[in-house]
């Protein structure tokens, strides 16, 4: 899974009729009054179950605003967002953390492993929130471990590891829970290039192959010129690709 080749596009596949998450007119307005800012402006588009999607644009154009949404990390003000047909308004407290937990995984640029604990019980963690039990956590940590070529750093701390091997530690994190949807946050902007090719593949690898929905936020071009589609926003609207890097 680790290979260095540049994955190209695969061909676009047939569509499934029902989207895995629906978008529906999404806002988001930070502040009230003189003072408040419209982050994000009626977005709407469907996502389909195992496609790649590239969010770009400049910074403070919305893209981040609209990954924390569609990842159910913040409330819209105004507009819908389905999961699988259900609108996700309905979802509150233990019920929308499990959604969430099981649904969902993340992969930020800034890692967010915890130093003081091993590789293996940052890799634990979603598994232990969603309550698995001790002896299933382990071996599904150390399974998603050894799928990223980390095995022999498991009882490494966070700390001890390189810029890649952090960021594959973060991807085995976010695959140890099974998810559908994985949310990448400029995934590769602390990376070199070639360590970065490394983890794209990765990425990728895992959309192809698995099925799993890759979501990937970042002002790369050529990230985002691997997915299968892309949608641009510039001040809060999604726009043209053009338009956004105006």
Request: hydrophobic fraction near 40%; aromatic fraction near 4%; glycine fraction near 8%.
């Amino acid at each position: 899974m680790t290979s260095g080749a540049s994955t190209p596009p695969r061909a676009a596949s047939a569509v499934p009729s029902a989207p895995l998450l629906s978008v529906r007119d999404l806002a988001k307005t930070y502040g009230k009054g003189e003072s408040s800012f419209d982050a994000l402006r009626g977005a709407s588009f469907d996502i389909h179950a195992g496609e790649s999607l590239a969010i770009v644009g400049k910074s403070g154009s919305g893209k981040s605003t609209l990954m924390h949404l569609l990842a159910l990390m913040d409330e819209p003000t105004s507009g819908t967002i389905a999961l699988d047909g259900d609108d996700t308004r309905m979802l509150r407290g233990r019920r929308l953390n499990a959604v969430r937990n099981k649904t969902f995984g993340f992969v930020f640029q800034q890692f967010f492993l915890t130093s003081s604990q091993s590789v293996l019980e940052n890799v634990i963690l979603p598994l232990k929130i969603a309550g698995v039990p001790r002896s299933e956590r382990k071996r599904r940590a150390t399974g998603a471990l050894e799928q990223l070529g980390l095995a022999d750093k498991a009882k490494n701390k966070a700390t001890d590891l390189s810029g890649g091997e952090k960021q594959r530690a973060v991807i085995a994190r976010a695959l140890v829970n099974n998810p559908r949807i994985i949310f990448a946050d400029e995934p590769t902007g602390n990376l070199d290039s070639r360590t970065g090719q490394v983890v794209e593949d990765i990425l990728f690898t895992l959309n192809r192959e698995h099925g799993i929905t890759l979501i990937i936020v970042t002002h790369d071009e050529d990230l985002a010129a691997h997915c299968d589609r892309r949608i641009a926003i510039r001040d809060g609207l999604i726009t043209t690709p053009e338009e956004a890097a105006a």
